[in-house]
């Protein structure tokens, strides 16, 4: 191998330009090829879990995001059928295990804007806005990409490694020939942003807000808005055959929020984005030069944010596997490992806690809704099952039982 060519990453999305930054830390030089104008403004992932920030901070990017998130320690469940709050759980209760024993709310665009404001003058940091990925080979020592201009010119570079960071319909995993095993839900999902203070006058209501029902669940959370103005998020289940037209029209959207949260007076709506959500894991995370990271290789339903996590945590994973494999201080083997502790990460943990989740806030039949709440309501009054609760939801045991795997 060359040790001279870079790594090129396509997709300059949270999880590549997490990856890129990790790598360049480690003295490895990175391309990020991002096919969009400038870095996108997606309403998505909000919640970084404390393993995630501990992350973060080793990268230095921590104290840079802390003063502009929200720091949410406490998530509670709710019961909409009865108004009931079925439990708290407070992430302060492990301060003697966790660095930062909180969830900070901070959007991943932002995420994105500030990597490119502290890295993005370092010439061995190199992220090239309107560059679509369009295609590569593999050779024993490198592969080379194809990049695709917006004014239809080519460019072939030459990568030491390709990672593929181009979310769940990766062009990058499909020219690879890597299979991505799962499935997907009939139901649309619609995520609706509006200014309204659900906190005022309402002690029920956290930060962070798991609500079940049968017939509607949601998920509710507040987050710092583009401009700095709060904003809190709703994430709704759209009825099965619903358009997104339907979903988008102002008026449902208005039913939609007074049916669940009825107030006196409009909304006031900050954005409503509708996607497809699936529960899909890559074969492999490795095939050759060629790795995958974040949606590329994974992606889950929303409940319990654990998406953008379990992406930044493939991305310093990866990154400590490969930059001693570019720099010839490890064999190419070491990426297989990558893979294996991953990939367990992803299949035990991330998509069983979601798939769980979901079962349990949309659970219909009356008797097992009640059972699941009352065992929900009996692991928040014991301590230790509260705790292991908690450090499964913020994939701390995932990490544990990842680093496990040879």
């Not at 995420?111 to 024993?140: H, M, N, W």
């Not at 944010?305 to 001693?324: Q, S, T, V, Y």
């Amino acid at each position: 191998m060359a040790e001279k060519d870079r790594v090129v990453i396509a997709g300059g999305g949270p999880v590549g330009m997490v990856t890129a930054l990790a790598l360049f830390r480690r003295g490895v030089p990175v391309t990020v090829l991002e096919t969009l104008d400038e870095p996108f403004v997606d309403q998505r992932a909000a919640s970084n879990h404390p393993p995630t920030m501990a992350m973060l901070h080793a990268l230095g990017l921590a104290e840079e995001i802390i003063p502009e998130g929200l720091v949410a320690p406490v998530y509670r469940f709710h019961d909409r059928v009865t108004g009931e709050q079925i439990v708290e759980f407070d992430l302060g209760e492990l301060d003697d295990e966790l660095e930062f024993p909180y969830v900070l709310q901070y959007e991943q665009y932002k995420l994105v804007t500030k990597i490119l404001a502290l890295y993005g003058d370092e010439p061995e940091f190199d992220v090239r806005f309107s560059c679509a990925f369009a295609g590569f080979e593999q050779a024993d020592d490198h592969v080379d990409v194809t990049v695709e201009h917006r004014d239809g010119g080519r460019e072939t570079l030459r990568a030491s490694y390709l990672i593929g960071c181009d979310g769940g319909r990766s062009a990058v995993r499909k020219q690879a020939g890597i299979a991505f095993e799962g499935f997907t839900y009939p139901e649309l999902f619609i995520k609706i942003g509006t200014y309204y203070d659900f906190m005022q006058g309402d002690g029920r209501i956290a930060i962070r807000n798991y609500f079940s029902d049968p017939a509607e669940w949601c998920n509710l959370f507040k987050v710092n808005g583009e401009d700095g103005r709060p904003v809190w998020r709703g994430v709704f289940p759209m009825r099965v055959g619903e358009t997104e037209a339907e979903a988008r029209r102002p008026e449902t959207i208005e039913d939609r929020m007074q049916k669940f949260f009825p107030k006196p007076g409009a909304y006031e709506i900050a954005y409503a984005n509708v996607y497809t959500v699936s529960q899909c894991v890559a074969e492999t995370m490795n095939r050759g030069r060629v790795l995958l990271a974040g949606d590329s290789a994974h992606v889950n339903n929303p409940i319990g944010g654990m998406g953008l996590n379990g992406g930044i945590h493939d991305a310093m994973n990866l990154a400590d596997k490969l930059a001693p494999v570019w720099k010839g201080e490890a064999g190419p083997e070491l990426l297989d490992r990558y893979t294996r502790q991953r990939r367990k990460a992803a299949v035990d943990f991330t998509q069983a806690q979601t798939i769980a989740n979901k079962k349990l806030m949309e659970e219909r039949d009356p008797d097992i809704r009640a059972r699941n709440l009352e065992a929900l309501r009996r692991v928040g009054e014991d301590r230790d099952q509260r705790r292991a609760y908690m450090r499964r939801a913020a994939l701390v045991e995932s990490l544990e039982a990842a680093a496990e795997v040879e």
